[in-house]
């Protein structure tokens, strides 16, 4: 096995892929989307492999008597769309939000304009569904 193909295993069970929409007075609509991937987990050596995608690890505990938490996120479009290119085809469980986000990065990679399309909106909608959690 790949190590792309064991960190694509890794993220399936760990990591998150969303759009965050963050309140932003500087422009019109009063909100930037903001993509995002993220890891996290209670052991440090196992975030680190995920470091040459340009991820750095945060240290964090939940409590006084939690372990540590390390996470890593990545938020920058270009960086986001070369670490799914390269495991978005090992990907299982997070393959439809992998496609969805990377269809995401290029529209806004392509499209420098500070408008969001009306599939731009959409994916982040499609992606806020795909990461519910309980029963709906």
Not at 36 to 46: G, L, M, P, S, Y
Not at 57 to 63: E, H, I, W
Not at 119 to 135: A, F, P, Q
Request: aromatic share 12%; glycine share 6%; charged share 30%.
């Amino acid at each position: 096995m790949s190590e792309l193909q064991y960190l694509a295993g890794f993220f399936d069970g760990e990591g998150c892929i969303s759009i965050h929409r963050h309140q932003d007075k500087k422009t019109k609509r009063g909100y930037v989307l903001v993509p995002r991937i993220t890891v996290a987990n209670t052991r440090q050596e196992v975030v680190e492999w995920f470091k040459p995608f340009g991820f750095s690890v945060r240290r964090t505990k939940n409590g006084k008597n939690s372990k540590d938490v390390y996470r890593i996120e990545l938020e920058r479009l270009s960086v986001i769309q070369r670490f799914l290119q390269e495991l978005s085809p090992f990907l299982r469980l997070k393959k439809k939000q992998a496609d969805l986000l990377l269809e995401f990065c290029s529209s806004r990679l392509e499209d420098k304009t500070y408008c969001y399309t009306q599939r731009e909106l959409k994916i982040r909608d499609e992606l806020s569904e795909l990461n519910m959690r309980g029963v709906y």
